[in-house]
């Protein structure tokens, strides 16, 4: 055998054995959470108007691994000769610090949280962590904003984001625990996430479901997934609780959470608890505001979020809508009916929300934008429903 023959028959030997390697390492998951999920484009196939409109939701939004919609060169303005600049290198966004025109440092936008509808915060990533940018999008000025909590005089970089933010704001992560000593410290991959909330996240494992009804399509009734209707209403209550009920510690990785858990197993009581409902920020404090309503009181407990949110469409700004559903209640000849007399019953109708669930500001989320000197609070829709100032 001469040497050009047995160059051969190596490298032959070589991809044999290969091949048998790769033949018995078992199949990726569809989903990187586990084979448990399903893929994420078999939902559609069945689902298609309702995947169609959830995906324009806030919730189906609310994280992305794309950069903002934003134009390069734009400033901020530190003070002290301290300026951020948003600046584009090839395809890439940075938010780049400046101290007397020298560099101090920069940074890509490598995570957007937030859907854009008050504001969108962005995340770059550096050796095994996420750290905050120093600016965020501050929609309702439709300008750039000292990131919330961040000092006003000087670009903050080093504002480290744990995997407990992701839990509301993102489907999966990609995140371990690292051990140093007696500190343990989370490192994650770098931009592997499933952005957004996405259908498995509140309807459970889908794997097992799409795999039955894929053998049987003749089947119309649901299979090996939690219909969501039949589940006690503290359970339904805890489904969204889980990220509307203010920030308090996980025992539990809330990516852990399945319909039909408890909420108690994953989140921690904070002390005291519960607070005043005057004392609660509107920010992220949903659920204990509802059920410090009288209207939630009143109803047996009966009330859950879903009897006024419909959580696969955009209805947020149809306020003759979300009346409406108060009005199964609220009839105007009833005597639980509004009591203003200074407005037309249809008109009353048309709108109670902005009277009896009013926009406030939020003492949690405030943004300083260009210029300013004292920070703007964003205004979140109470849903302490009450009486409150009268319409003029």
């Keep these: 055998m001469n040497k050009h023959h047995l160059i051969l028959l190596t490298a032959l030997i070589l ?16 989903d990187p959470r586990g084979p448990q999920f399903a893929a994420a484009p078999t939902c559609i196939s069945c689902h298609k108007e309702i995947c169609e409109s959830y995906a324009q939701t806030a919730h189906a939004n609310t994280s992305s691994l794309k950069p903002p919609a934003t ?8 003070g002290n000769n301290m300026v951020l600049k948003i600046e584009k290198e090839d395809t890439t966004l940075y938010q780049a610090a400046y101290t007397n025109g020298h560099q101090t440092e920069k940074q890509p936008f490598d995570v957007t949280i ?4 008050k504001a969108q ?12 940018l120093p600016i965020s999008w501050f929609v309702p000025a439709k ?11 000087h670009p903050k970089f080093d504002r480290v984001v744990p995997s407990t933010c992701f839990g509301c704001h993102s489907s999966a992560v990609s995140v371990k625990d690292e051990i140093t000593g007696v500190q343990k410290v989370e490192k994650f991959e770098k931009r592997e996430m499933i952005a957004g909330i996405d259908c498995q996240r509140c309807h459970g494992p889908a794997a097992e479901h799409v795999n039955y009804h894929t053998a049987h399509p003749e089947v119309k009734e649901a299979r090996y997934m939690v219909t969501i209707d039949t589940l006690h209403n503290i359970r339904q209550l805890d489904m969204c609780a889980l990220c509307h009920s ?3 510690p996980f025992q539990k990785s809330p990516f852990q959470f399945k ?3 408890a909420l108690a197993e994953y989140l ?20 204990q505001l509802l059920a410090a309503s009288q209207c939630f009181i009143q109803s047996g407990q009966t009330m859950n979020c879903s009897s006024c949110h419909n959580p696969h469409v955009t209805e947020r700004t149809d306020m003759q809508l979300f009346s409406q559903r108060c009005m199964s209640c609220h009839q105007p000849e009833s005597h639980n009916f509004c009591t203003n007399r200074e407005l037309p019953v249809k008109t009353l109708q048309q709108n109670c929300i902005d009277c009896h669930m009013p926009a406030l500001p939020s003492s949690s989320i405030t943004l300083l934008t260009n210029g300013q000197k004292s920070p703007t609070p964003d205004s979140i829709r109470t849903h302490l429903i009450a009486v409150y100032n009268k319409l003029p």
């Design 246 to 248: 203010g920030l308090r």
């Design 268 to 287: 921690l009581p904070t002390v005291p608890f519960p607070q005043k409902p005057s004392e609660m920020d509107v920010h992220g404090n949903q659920y």
């Design 114 to 117: 937030g859907s854009g509808r």
């Design 15 to 30: 991809t044999i054995i290969a091949l048998c390697r790769c033949q018995t390492r078992p199949p990726k998951p569809a």
């Design 143 to 153: 300008s750039w904003a000292n990131s919330p909590g961040f000092p006003a005089d």
């Design 259 to 261: 319909p039909g858990n």
């Design 71 to 78: 134009a390069a060169n734009n400033t901020f303005h530190f």
């Design 121 to 132: 915060t962005y995340l770059y990533w550096k050796e095994g962590q996420y750290f905050q």
